[in-house]
């Protein structure tokens, strides 16, 4: 029988933590794959069954459900240091990563060779959207009733111009009423499923006692509580003394922490309601830049909702917030702002919530409300892919010219990944090189 693995300590940990925020590449499900690969299977720091239990957690809690597993297990190894290192490193590779390429993007965007990678990677990025509608709808709507309210989501947000947090709001009390009414409609499914067995005792294992940091105390969860409400409050005091309540920094504050709190379903879910504050209210970014933003953040490491850190950055330099002499000072203030603003929550809640689920090992379920809430977001992703189809093959508005290349590109990338379930990466890498090829052939 194998023996259990030797500790580990807080700095071999952290090593850990930093080479994952460079290969977390994948989306949610390939970063969640990755860790179950390193920390279950080749490094047995956590068993199966704890690992999937804090999985169940973060798949009910709005935000990146990828890095608040990782921030989860650093809690539980390392206390509440072990939790802000390694959700923050999960975090800051991209975030730097981001900030230089959107400054490549605004900077020399122009040029041929760059407008040609991005003639390409919009079609791309117009079939992942819709690829993740499918992806989500197969999993959530699971009977008539989900789908009426995925179809009444994508008629409010199309149709009828809803809010975004109204539509989350209706599909949440869809969801209160009808499970007290017919609880089989919106019975939930396990996020994670059974767990196996074979990979040898863990250092965290089923039986493994709770650490004593673990263990929930009242008098802990109100200290976390207020200091993470205290870090948030300093935080826009802050902005409001330097740049006034309507300064740009501070709105970008008081938006993302609202969005910070409506990412239920994944980046993609919240990504209507940032396009409809960032691009229609604040004007900060345009409908295109936001598809190559969303383009950018497909092929970086770390969370997909790290293109909140290029519209930030394209909206602290479009708004000169330091002048005009120091633009690349502004984009980067405003993506640390933002993505400060934006992640802050999901510490809060690991580190408040962390000990109340370590409390019970019995497996979590869904709440009817949020799988009323899930259902809504595949109508509300639907809605985005249009939006991305319509700016990619209508570049000049429906009554231009329809982009034939783009089109096939985006068939072509649809295919790939319904048909014949291409990664992410391989796929925006063949794209970009045809948007390259194809704007060469159109220049010469």
């Known amino acids: 029988m194998d023996s259990p693995p030797r500790p580990v300590g807080f700095w071999e940990a952290l090593r850990f933590w930093l080479k994952l925020g460079f290969i977390s590449f994948g989306g949610p499900a390939g970063q969640i794959a990755i860790m179950h690969t390193e920390l279950v299977e080749r490094r047995r720091w956590i068993s199966e069954r704890r690992f999937l239990h804090a999985l169940n957690y973060c798949m009910l809690l709005p935000g990146p459900e990828a890095q608040q597993l990782a921030t ?3 809690w539980l190894m390392h206390r509440a240091g072990g939790g802000l290192v390694a959700g923050v490193l999960f975090v800051l590779p991209s975030l730097f990563i981001l900030v230089a390429l959107s400054w490549v993007y605004l900077a020399w965007g122009q040029l041929p060779l760059v407008a040609g990678l991005f003639y390409g990677l919009k079609p791309a990025v117009t079939a992942l959207v819709l690829h993740a509608a499918h992806r989500i709808g197969t999993r959530v709507l699971k009977n008539a009733w989900l789908w009426a309210i995925a179809a009444a989501a994508f008629v409010a947000i199309f149709a009828l111009n809803a809010p975004f947090p109204l539509i ?39 039986d493994t006692p709770t650490p004593p940091h673990a263990r929930f105390v009242g008098a802990r969860l109100a200290r976390v509580l207020a200091i993470g409400f205290g870090l948030w409050a300093a935080a826009m005091a802050a902005l409001v003394l330097a740049c006034g309540v309507q300064g740009a920094l501070t709105q970008m504050g008081w938006f993302f922490t609202k969005a910070a709190l409506m990412t239920f379903g994944g980046a993609y879910a919240v990504l209507p309601y940032v396009y409809q504050g960032a691009v229609e209210q604040h004007q900060w970014l345009t409908g295109t830049q936001m598809i190559d933003g969303l383009a950018l953040g497909e092929t970086t490491p770390g969370p997909l909702i790290m293109v909140v850190a290029f519209v930030g950055f394209v909206g602290g330099w479009t708004k000169q917030l ?29 580190l408040a919530g962390g000990p109340l ?88």
């Open 72 to 74: 989860y297990i650093g």
């Open 168 to 206: 989350l709001l209706a599909a949440a009390l869809a969801g209160l009423f009808g499970g007290r009414r017919a609880p089989q409609v919106f019975a939930a499914h396990g996020a994670a499923g059974a767990a196996q067995s074979g990979y040898g005792p863990a250092l965290i294992d089923d």
């Open 322 to 350: 330091f002048g005009p002499d120091a633009l690349f000072l502004a984009g980067a203030t405003a993506a640390g702002v933002v993505t400060f603003f934006t992640f802050l929550p999901s510490f809060v809640f690991i």
């Open 357 to 444: 689920i370590e409390s019970t090992h019995g497996r979590l379920q869904f709440t009817a409300p949020l799988t009323a809430i899930t259902a809504a977001v595949v109508g509300v992703i639907l809605n985005l892919a249009l939006f991305f189809a319509w700016h990619v093959m209508w570049p000049q508005g429906l009554t231009g010219r329809f982009d034939w290349v783009s089109a096939m590109i985006a068939a072509g990338a649809g295919i790939a990944l319904f048909r014949f379930r291409w990664g992410v990466m391989p796929l925006l890498f063949l794209c970009a090189l045809l948007g390259l090829g194809a704007s060469w052939l159109q220049a010469s």
